[in-house]
């Protein structure tokens, strides 16, 4: 109450020496003085950017200024206009003035820019709305694919907090992030990591900040982040799935809603054919049989054909699965099948790049983080299994495939002098089909993690239910385009254990692991204990009416969020 005092006393003060014409005024000084603590510890160097209790004031003061000010506030406080939209303007080059060949924005001014900007956005006249419209220009140029991490960061803090401020500003951001953030998720476009590390974080905030009313841009933003959640960086990846995860429950929100305004002619195009995608997300009938294109000793059952079709439609648009059929109904076929139709794809497309353009076997190929990438890259695959049953996938692709050679299998098994000499010739290109242990690939995680997988299927993926096992973490150190569990007891002790596979599968999709307890932890356990008071007289009625209309509604959002990639035969 004191600080709102203060704050409203001092934008009194500044009012009536500007109404009265003061000379001299302490306008400048004041202005000033607040500026520099409104950035209080807002820096370069900055892990998180955050409030501190100077900043806090400062900016309450400020915010009344603009408040007292109203449109007019550009004339008698310059340095508060240029301190909030000076760099920006120079980024859309809307200065006044502004030479061709004047230098870009200067970093730390653009921070302190997008950061007082988004402090203060919902305290400006709505006279001035206009002008924040022509600035997210700068916002999308200059700060989302900005090199350094706190000017991505306070861009995508920026672009939310315009969002929220109104109608016109929400659909003025929405449509920035569209034309100008999401182009840069396109990995084949091959946009720096910091750009695409920029746009994943602006959609992001968008749809934490909007929620429900970002539904008419869902559509447009949701299918560029399903191919983030393979990017080789970890981090990135992690961070789309979360803003994949948090626009999902939107997406049956979009049948019949209208399209965002202005919207060109291409975007609205791609809108259609994005919602046709998404639509067979959904609807698991609204996918195509897929024609393999290898043959196989065996014709697969109907059920494995609608396996093997969903498989590949994960595979097309670069998402991930737990195939969780009960056992004896060819969940091995079926990983198989989709397995040598990838390596014949790929094989197909290296052939057909020019020298230097494939790369997949190059082994000194340079990885997505920068570093060298070691072994056959994007051909090779790994099948990690218990120790059991590595011979019986060895077995079982020879024993399937009626075409030689399109899948070559190496076992990686054996002493630890054994598997160091079988590296040369997988690092080569000998074989494409790892297979191997969890026991070996929890030993072996520093060889084995370094290199490019294009499948990584873990089989009794369960297995991996403790997030906190050395086998978990080493699993999850296997880089792969394509990620697939193979399990008919995916849940075998406790419905968090399921944390632990998509964790694997989409790291960040779920949250963090205390995340996800906190969200869905008390509605689980409830209902546990109510499948355990279940008797034959209909106690189980009485004992659901006890669970919460909260804990309901946590089981019915986790149910959505992983219905989509669990296979068709589980979704009842």
């Known amino acids: 109450r004191c600080l709102g005092s203060a704050a409203a006393g001092v934008a009194r003060l500044i009012r009536l020496c500007v109404d009265q014409e003061r000379s001299p005024s302490p306008v400048g000084k004041l202005v000033k003085n607040l500026c520099s603590r409104g950035v209080d510890r807002v820096t370069l160097q900055a892990e998180a950017l955050a409030r501190t209790p100077v900043a806090h004031g400062a900016l309450t003061a400020l915010a009344d200024i603009f408040r007292a000010l109203g449109p007019g506030v550009r004339g008698p406080a310059p340095l508060l206009w240029d301190s909030t939209f000076g760099e920006l303007l120079k980024a859309c080059g809307g200065g006044a003035g502004a030479a061709a060949e004047a230098p870009g924005p200067d970093a730390g001014r653009l921070l302190h820019n997008l950061w007082f900007l988004a402090e203060l956005v919902p305290a400006m006249h709505a006279d001035l709305h206009g002008t924040v419209q022509g600035v997210l220009e700068g916002v999308c140029a200059a700060g989302v694919p900005h090199a350094q991490r706190p000017v991505r960061l306070a861009a995508a803090r920026c672009l939310a907090a315009v969002a929220r401020t109104s109608p016109d500003l929400r659909d003025a951001a929405a449509g920035r992030v569209v034309e100008r953030c999401v182009p840069l998720l396109d990995q084949s476009r091959q946009a720096e990591r910091a750009a695409r590390a920029g746009a994943v974080a602006a959609v992001k905030a968008l749809g934490e900040a909007l929620g429900a009313e970002l539904v008419p841009f869902v559509v447009l933003l949701l299918v560029p982040l399903i191919g983030c959640m393979s990017d080789p960086a970890p981090d990135l990846r992690g961070a789309a799935a979360q803003g994949f995860g948090r626009l999902l429950p939107l997406l049956p929100l979009v049948a019949g809603a209208p399209p965002p305004p202005g919207l060109s002619a291409a975007l609205c195009a791609q809108s259609r054919r994005d919602a046709a995608l998404l639509e067979s997300l959904l609807d698991n009938s609204k996918i195509a049989d897929y024609a393999l294109p290898v043959r196989l000793h065996v ?67 340079q990885n997505g983080a920068g570093g060298p990438r070691r072994g056959p890259g994007a051909l090779l695959s790994i099948v990690v299994c218990p120790t059991s049953l590595v011979s019986h996938w060895e077995d079982e692709i020879g024993r399937h495939l009626a075409e030689a050679g399109v899948l070559a299998p190496r076992v990686y098994a054996g002493p630890a002098k054994r598997r160091e000499a079988l590296r040369p010739g997988i690092e080569a290109g000998e074989c494409n089909v790892l297979i191997a242990s969890y026991e070996t690939v929890r030993s072996d995680v520093a060889w084995l993690g370094g290199l490019d997988y294009l499948y990584a299927v873990l089989d009794e993926g369960h ?27 995916p849940i075998q002790n406790n419905v968090l254990e399921l944390w632990s596979l998509f964790d694997f599968l989409m790291p960040g999709f779920l949250g963090s692991q205390q995340e996800f307890h906190a969200r869905y932890g008390r509605a689980l356990k409830a209902s546990q204990q109510l499948d355990a008071k279940r008797g034959p007289k209909g106690a189980a009625a009485a004992a659901a009416a006890a669970l919460t209309a909260g804990q309901l509604t946590a089981l019915d959002a986790l149910h959505k969020h992983c219905l989509l990639y669990t296979s068709p035969s589980q979704r009842a």
């Open 299 to 365: 014709r697969l059952r109907d059920y494995q054909q609608e396996g093997v079709n969903w498989l590949q439609f994960l595979r097309r648009f670069g998402l991930h699965g737990i195939l969780a059929d009960d056992m004896g109904l060819g969940k091995t076929l079926q990983a198989i099948a989709i397995l040598a139709a990838a390596a014949k794809d790929a094989a197909a497309a290296a052939a057909a790049a020019p020298d230097g353009a494939g790369g997949e076997r190059k082994g000194t190929e």
């Open 463 to 489: 297995l991996i239910r403790n997030g906190a096992s050395a086998t978990a973490k080493a699993a999850k150190r296997l880089k792969a385009k394509h990620r697939l569990v193979l399990s008919g007891t």
